[in-house]
Antibody, heavy 124, light 107 residues
C-alpha cells in the first residue's frame, strides 16, 4: 500500500522560506506514469494546487505562486520537496502531498494517493 | 484559470436519501472532472475520475455524470459515513482547480 508522509516545520516566520518534504513508501517515486504534487488548504477553506514534479525532475507550478515555489525530487531517498519563499500569513494552510496518475494520452489525470497533511502556520 | 463552481455549498439530508451535487466549469473541460470526499481533519479521497469512472474500493452508491461544463455527483442512498465535504476538480488544464466544496450534513 502506497503511503505519503509530509514533514517539516509547523511554524515559519513571515518573509522566510517554508520547506516541506514528502516521503513515499510502499512504492518507487520513479515508477513512471505518476506525477508528484503539492496542494494546500487554508483553515476552513478550499483546495489550491501548488505544483508538480515528474520523476525526470521536470516541474511546473501554479502561475499564482510560480515566482516563489520550487519543487524538487530526490530519487535516492524516494522523496520530493516543496520550498515556498517570502511567506506571509496568507500562506498559512494545511499542505498536502499527493500522487497523480496521468496516462500518456492524458485521458486519465487524478490524485489517487494523498499524505495526511501538515499544518504550517506563518507567524512571528 | 478554469473556475469550478459547486452547488449547493451546503446540504442537509437524512440517511437513505438520494443526493445530487452539481459542479459547473467556466469553460468546456470535456470529461476531465474528478470528485473527492474529505472528512474533517483528513486528506481528500478520490471517489470518481474522468467524470464517471468509480475509483477502486469506492461503494457503488456513488456515481458521476456529465461532460463539457456541467457535472453531477450522486449518492444513491446516503450512509452515515458519507457525511463529509465533497470537491470537484478539473484536470483539463493547469493550473488544476477545485470547486469550493459542498458540505453534506445530517438533517
Amino acid at each position: 500500500q502506497l503511503q505519503l508522509q509530509e514533514s517539516g516545520p509547523g511554524l515559519v516566520k513571515p518573509s522566510e522560506t517554508l520547506s516541506l518534504t514528502c516521503t513515499v513508501s510502499g512504492g518507487s517515486i520513479g515508477s513512471g506514469s505518476y506525477y508528484w504534487d503539492w496542494m494546500r488548504q487554508p483553515p476552513g477553506k478550499g483546495l489550491e494546487w501548488i505544483g508538480a514534479i515528474y520523476d525526470s525532475g521536470s516541474a511546473y507550478y501554479n502561475p499564482s505562486l510560480k515566482s516563489r515555489v520550487t519543487i524538487s525530487v530526490d530519487m535516492s531517498k524516494n522523496r520530493f520537496s516543496l520550498n515556498l519563499s517570502s511567506v506571509t500569513a496568507a500562506d498559512t494552510a494545511v499542505y498536502y502531498c499527493a500522487r497523480r496518475l496521468r496516462n500518456r494520452a492524458a485521458t486519465i489525470d487524478h490524485f489517487d494517493y494523498w499524505g495526511q497533511g501538515t499544518l504550517v502556520t506563518v507567524s512571528s | 484559470d478554469i473556475q469550478m463552481t459547486q452547488s449547493p455549498s451546503s446540504l442537509s439530508a437524512s440517511v437513505g436519501d438520494r443526493v445530487t451535487i452539481t459542479c459547473r466549469a467556466s469553460q468546456s473541460i470535456s470529461s476531465y472532472l474528478n470528485w473527492y470526499q474529505q472528512k474533517l481533519g483528513k486528506a481528500p479521497k478520490l471517489l470518481i475520475y474522468t467524470a464517471s469512472s468509480l475509483q477502486s474500493g469506492v461503494p457503488s452508491r456513488f456515481s458521476g455524470s456529465g461532460s463539457g461544463t456541467d457535472f453531477t455527483l450522486t449518492i444513491s442512498s446516503l450512509q452515515p459515513e458519507d457525511f463529509a465535504t465533497y470537491y470537484c476538480q478539473q484536470s483539463y488544464s493547469t493550473p488544476y482547480t477545485f470547486g469550493q466544496g459542498t458540505k453534506l450534513e445530517i438533517k
